[in-house]
């Protein structure tokens, strides 16, 4: 089964060639500069960049897999949720393709495939992923921030997500306070790197409420509130690393206590981790630390596959047809708001 994948749900242009659970190819072209200059992603910059770039990334995904569009069995695209004109470039290209070799076309939820990203480290990739199930996953980005229950293979339930902000939203805008470029994130991670995570004691929201709700915007508010009555510290470059460090400390250390508690009350004995702010090596060291402290195995997806591609929505459209699930209908619209339950 050989499976051309689209993923154009937000600023990063991205097709992927998958087969049999490998893949051969996963071009992204990233709009990062592009948005910068305006401090985040503009949604009708987004939609004609991908009109733009779609045609040389699928061409590179093809050309990098040595694969010609006649030895396709499926195409895929993201669905939702996602910027709706940045939806629809990615989706319609793949349902005129399907559509034009009369080959099905398979729709994905970009949260659903954040899931499965994870699975796709294996080098043989594991042939089925019944031995890391059932698990709590962590998808952590820009847009989202939620923890999900996967019981089984396509079975998975929403145990909780923030409320306001995204952990990485609170990186981007905590680091705009602090002058740092957007997306500030893997700034923050470099910088933290030689800071002082207790120089500064920033709130860590929801950290002792039962639930698995996440709120991250009254912490961004404490930063701001914090810079404004000690502006000199921006003039001092280790107090810049410092703050950096503290403010991580306090966004790691709600989702690493949020995703145990929720791996311990649901006695699952896997944690997954996906999504752009899973990049953050803080993050990564410290679950990875009290996964084994717990007896938790941990699955990350690599750095590449963190951040968005169409890759894992290639492994995601796999498993649906090797499922049997039905194709999607080559008129399906988009669906921005498409929330996993
Ligand atoms: O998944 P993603 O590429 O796009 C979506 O938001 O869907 O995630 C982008 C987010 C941004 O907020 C960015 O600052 C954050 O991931 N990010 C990081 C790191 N790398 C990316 N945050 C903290 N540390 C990083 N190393
Ligand atoms: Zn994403």
């Known amino acids: 089964m050989t499976i051309l994948a689209i993923e154009t749900s937000c600023d990063e242009t991205s097709a992927a060639v998958v087969r049999d659970g490998r893949i051969l190819s996963n071009?992204?072209?990233?709009?990062?500069?592009?948005?910068?200059?305006?401090?985040?992603v503009v949604p009708e910059l987004a939609a004609r960049e991908h009109l733009k770039n779609l045609p040389?990334?699928?061409?590179?995904?093809?050309?990098?897999?040595?694969?010609?569009v006649g030895q396709l069995d499926a195409v895929a695209a993201t669905l939702g949720p996602g910027l709706?004109?940045?939806?629809?470039?990615?989706?319609?290209?793949?349902?005129?393709l399907a559509f034009a070799r009369r080959k099905p076309f398979i729709g994905v939820n970009h949260?659903?495939?954040?899931?499965?990203?994870?699975?796709?480290?294996?080098?043989?990739?594991?042939a089925d992923f019944s031995g890391f199930l059932p698990n709590i996953s962590l998808i952590v980005s820009g847009g989202h921030t939620m923890l999900v229950l996967v019981k089984s293979e396509l079975k998975h339930r929403v145990l909780g997500s923030t409320v306001d902000d995204a952990a990485g939203e609170c990186f981007d805008k905590t680091g705009k306070l602090m002058g740092l470029a957007y997306p500030a994130g893997p700034e923050i991670d470099r910088l933290a790197e030689q800071g002082n995570p207790k120089a500064f004691d920033f709130p860590r929201p929801l950290l002792h409420d039962a639930g698995d709700d996440f709120s991250f915007s009254g912490l961004k508010t404490s930063v701001r509130y914090f810079l404004r009555d000690n502006p000199a510290l921006l003039e001092d470059a280790q107090k810049i690393r410092d703050l950096c460090a503290s403010i991580q400390a306090a966004i790691v250390e709600v989702l690493v206590a949020k995703t145990i508690r929720a791996a311990k009350r649901n006695g699952v004995r896997c944690v997954t981790m996906s999504g752009g702010v899973s990049c953050n090596r803080a993050l990564r060291r410290q679950l990875a630390l009290v996964?084994?402290?717990?007896?938790?195995?941990?699955?990350?997806?690599?750095?590449?596959?963190c951040t968005d591609n169409a890759a894992m929505i290639g492994i995601l459209a796999e498993r649906k047809l090797a499922q049997k699930i039905p194709a999607t209908g080559y008129d399906e619209d988009i669906q921005p708001g498409w929330e996993l339950a």
């Open 56 to 68: 040389l990334v699928v061409r590179t995904a093809l050309g990098d897999a040595e694969i010609a």
């Open 111 to 126: 949260h659903e495939a954040h899931l499965y990203s994870p699975w796709i480290s294996g080098n043989p990739p594991a």
């Open 27 to 40: 071009a992204v072209s990233s709009q990062i500069a592009l948005h910068a200059e305006y401090g985040g």
């Open 291 to 305: 996964c084994e402290k717990n007896g938790f195995s941990l699955h990350l997806a690599p750095q590449s596959f």
């Open 84 to 96: 709706p004109m940045a939806l629809m470039v990615g989706l319609k290209a793949a349902q005129s």
